[in-house]
């Protein structure tokens, strides 16, 4: 066989085996819209956006986002550095969320305001966070609460002068509303609440000391906050 007819047979294999041809940059499957100069896969993008428009990911509740979060975590984490973002994943509890990096050294623009909770907020994030470190103190996997006791409870710390108690109650199922969109708390059955590990996260164990012990501060002693000066609390 010559050299010619060598070539020739390489070429008419290489042809059976499936060369592809050149794909045009308006059919690149890499690029997901006109101009497009990203280089992360739609899914990893998604994850990223995810991460910048909720408060949390979850394990339990986004498992496919979490794998790709996993298993891309160093490229997610490149993206949000480039925007003063940390990146916080807390694998035990299956919880990954974002920190916006601040710095007495560096001139760092802030791309995350804190929304603070409002004092309603506050005040059932104290009950929720005291009601799950009791039960897992008592060996519980997990801690349940119904409306109308969480109501209660939270009304015992506002004036008991107050006379428009529809409002506080209005305070209070706001309070639980975001409280629940953020994932706090999870409702099973009507008026019946899972208490999430997120809780965990959103008010540390030094953090309930600080808020109870300013509550036992601010009491006069029936169980009722005094007045109704609490000040709003960082979320």
């Known amino acids: 066989m010559s050299e010619t007819d060598f070539c020739d047979n390489a070429w008419s294999e290489g042809e059976d085996a499936g060369f592809i041809d050149p794909v045009s940059m308006e059919e690149d499957p890499t690029e997901l819209f006109a101009g497009d100069t990203g280089t992360l896969d739609a899914e990893v993008r998604r994850v990223l956006v995810r ?3 909720r408060r949390f990911l979850l394990a339990d509740k986004n498992s496919a986002q ?3 979060l996993l298993e891309n975590q160093q490229l997610i984490e490149s993206r949000l550095h480039d925007m003063f973002v940390r990146l916080v994943i807390d694998h035990e509890r299956g919880i990954a969320h974002k920190q916006q990096v601040r710095s007495a050294e560096l001139d760092v623009p802030i791309l995350l305001k804190d929304d603070p909770y409002n004092r309603a907020e506050t005040l059932v994030l104290v009950h929720l966070r005291t009601v799950f ?9 997990s801690a349940r609460v119904d409306i109308e006791e969480l109501e209660q409870t ?3 710390y506002f004036d008991p002068d107050g006379t428009n108690m ?4 209005k305070e209070i199922r706001g309070a639980v509303t975001r409280l629940a969109r953020e ?12 208490i999430t590990p997120l809780v965990e996260v959103v008010m540390s164990t030094e953090k309930l000391s600080e808020l109870s012990r300013w509550l036992r501060e601010r009491n006069d002693g029936t169980g ?5 000066t609490m000040g709003d609390i960082a979320s």
């Open 224 to 228: 009722h906050v005094v007045d109704d």
């Open 66 to 68: 979490w794998r790709t």
């Open 183 to 194: 994932g706090l708390m999870d409702e099973e059955t009507a008026g019946r609440y899972r």
């Open 154 to 156: 939270v009304l015992t």
């Open 166 to 169: 529809a409002d506080r109650q």
């Open 51 to 53: 991460l910048l428009q």
């Open 133 to 141: 470190q009791q039960e897992r103190v008592a060996g519980e996997m």
